[in-house]
Each structure stands twice: as C-alpha cells, then as structure tokens.
C-alpha cells in the first residue's frame, strides 16, 4: 500500500499545550515537544512545538483546513512554502529505503511515526538553513563594504539588533536540539533503530546539522569583528573629544593670561 507523507514548516513554534486542549482526537503519543494523533482509517497527524506540522495519507484540502485550524497556535508564523514529501510502501516483504521513498514490512505504527518524525526533522533543517543562509547573506553585505569602504557603515544600534537575531536563532536551535537524538523507542527495539539510522543518512540530517552549526560560527566571528571595530571607532571618538575638551581648556587659559 502507498502512503503519502507530507510535512510543513509553518511557525518558529506551536504552543502544544494549549493546541492539546483544544484539539479532540485519538491522541496516541504526547509529551511536552511533540503530538502524534490518530484521526481516521490510516490518517495521521504529526505536531511539534519547533512549528513542524506532519500529514500521513491526506489530501490537499484537508490540510489547508487543518493548517487554518492550527494557526491561532502559531508563533512567529511562517508563510512561505517550505515542505518535505516522502513516500512509504507498507505491507513489502522486506524494509528497503530509497532516495524520496521507504518500503516497510508491514505497517506498524511506530514505524511509520518514525519516518513521520525523521521528514519533519529534515523539513526543519530546512528552515534552520534559510534562517542562517540570510544571516550568512547579511554578514557578507557588511563584509564586503568593509573591504570596499575601510570601515563599518552599520551603527551600533543596528548592529546590537543583528547580534541580537543570531542568538535567537542560535538558542533556538540548541532548545531543539533533542530533535536530533534518537527517540527513545529505538533504544530496545534493533528494527526500529535501523530504520532510523537509514532514514537519518538519507536525510542527510547531521551533516546538514552540522553545516547550519559552522554558518553560524562564521557568523558569531564576523559580528565579533565588527564589535571590536565599532569599540575601536567609540573609543577613538571618546579619546578626539577628551583631546579637544583639553584644547580648549589650554587655549582657554592661555588667552586669560594673555588679555589679563
């Protein structure tokens, strides 16, 4: 049997909590982070709090009404269209993972919120990367007017406001961080932990991780830089105005003496 998953990135988070209240469905696993619902013959609905929203065997229109449901739980919403589709072959004699597809024998159901689980890591990947490609892009503009100019043409304020978003985008990633941990269920299960381990290579999900963690580090030493030159350009400001107070001070005196 084929079934279709398909996973959004729509928020920097959701508020699970109050969404759990809310939402009355067959509610097969839940903890602080993550909600995976059972809503019908082979449906599913995957939730988690770093703004993932998973689908197994929906349509289109029932997504958007789902999508429109869960927006008032959204924070920071994220508009544009970012999503992962990923195929699953139950019922195939033995399990076999391929480039955008995975056959499983049989159609357990941790088996399949596991590959759930797996594309909504990968789609949030997705989002970590823009999120730090732009900052990557910022970094480069003020760079290469460095370079062009010899000095900074962005202000202190400004400049705060920009260390300011890197580690936001920074402290976000490390919160959820656990996404990239193996689930407990694949501690005592070998089967389970294989498929996992499968899924993670052909999501390529550590390496991705790990380009997202060196863009930000690049990042981090550029705006450290540009701390250091805006210190240098205060402090060399403190010292002209200390200098001219002294002058004035000095030819203050000198023409006292002069007219007295």
């Not at 009355?24 to 993932?52: N, P, Q």
């Not at 732009?134 to 705060?160: D, V």
Request: hydrophobic letters at 40%.
């Amino acid at each position: 049997m084929l079934q279709k998953v398909l996973s959004y990135q729509i928020a920097d988070s959701i508020d699970i909590k109050a969404f759990k209240a809310a939402f009355k469905a067959d509610l097969h696993y839940a903890d602080a982070d993550e909600l995976f619902y059972i809503t019908g013959a082979h449906r599913y609905i995957y939730v988690f709090k770093y703004g993932v929203v998973c689908f197994l065997n929906y349509d289109p229109v029932s997504i958007s009404e789902f999508l429109r449901l869960i927006s008032s739980y959204r924070k920071n919403a994220y508009d544009q269209n970012l999503t992962e589709e990923f195929e699953i072959h139950t019922d195939m004699s033995k399990n076999k993972i391929g480039f955008n597809s995975i056959e499983i024998v049989g159609s357990d159901i941790e088996i399949l919120r596991l590959i759930m689980l797996t594309v909504s890591q990968s789609v949030a990947l997705d989002y970590y990367e823009e999120l730090t490609g732009k900052l990557i892009g910022e970094t480069n503009t003020h760079t290469q007017l460095l370079e062009a100019k010899g000095r900074l043409t962005i202000s202190g304020n400004n400049l705060k406001k920009y260390i300011g978003k890197t580690l936001v985008l920074k402290n976000r990633i490390a919160q959820n961080l656990y996404i990239f941990d193996s689930p407990p269920e694949t501690w005592d299960d070998e089967n389970l932990n294989k498929i996992y381990n499968d899924l993670k290579r052909t999501f390529d999900l550590k390496e991705r991780f790990r380009n997202i963690e060196e863009g930000l580090t690049i990042v981090k030493d550029n705006l450290e830089l540009f701390r250091d030159l805006l210190q240098y350009r205060n402090s060399y400001r403190l010292e002209l105005v200390v200098i001219i107070l002294i002058l004035v001070e000095v030819l203050n005196i000198f023409l006292q003496k002069i007219f007295k």
